[in-house]
């Protein structure tokens, strides 16, 4: 049984990372798109009656990247799916998961995307 331990405390550990792909409740309905950059996977997840976007990185990395790079390719993750910018200042999270505002009001996807309402409010 002890030499069990080691193995069983590995998988326990390893539990969170099967769900943490899963976007937010208000992404229930949200598709998502798949896009590598610098290594890392992202997925994308969009939803067309709203002008908000969330992106998780899905693949492991020992030790962790810097939050600065992880984050500029999750912006340009989301830019490369949606064909929008990002609202400066909206975009936020960490390493795992980011949320952001898109502006749409120019650009190739701009006739594609509605604008809706986005909780994401960093300022307050």
């Known amino acids: 049984?002890?030499?069990?331990?080691?193995?069983?405390?590995?998988?326990?550990?390893?539990?969170?990372a099967c769900v943490?792909?899963?976007p937010a409740l208000g992404y229930?309905?949200?598709?998502?798109?798949?896009?590598?950059?610098?290594?890392?996977?992202?997925?994308?997840?969009?939803?067309?009656?709203?002008?908000?976007?969330?992106?998780?990185?899905v693949n492991f990395v020992f030790p962790p990247p810097s939050r600065r790079e992880i984050l500029m390719q999750m912006e340009t993750a989301a830019m490369?799916?949606?064909?929008c910018k990002l609202k400066k200042g909206t975009f936020i999270g960490d390493q795992a998961m980011s949320k952001g505002q898109l502006d749409c009001s120019e650009g190739?996807?701009?006739?594609?995307?509605?604008?809706?309402t986005c909780n994401i409010r960093p300022w307050g």
């Not at 049984?1 to 969170?16: D, F, N, S, T, W």
């Open 20 to 22: 943490a792909d899963s």
């Open 80 to 83: 490369q799916v949606t064909q």
């Open 108 to 116: 190739a996807g701009a006739k594609e995307w509605v604008p809706g």
């Open 1 to 16: 049984m002890r030499k069990h331990l080691p193995l069983l405390a590995l998988i326990v550990l390893c539990l969170p």
């Open 28 to 57: 229930s309905r949200a598709g998502f798109s798949t896009v590598e950059i610098g290594g890392n996977t992202y997925r994308v997840y969009t939803e067309e009656t709203r002008n908000c976007v969330e992106v998780h990185r």
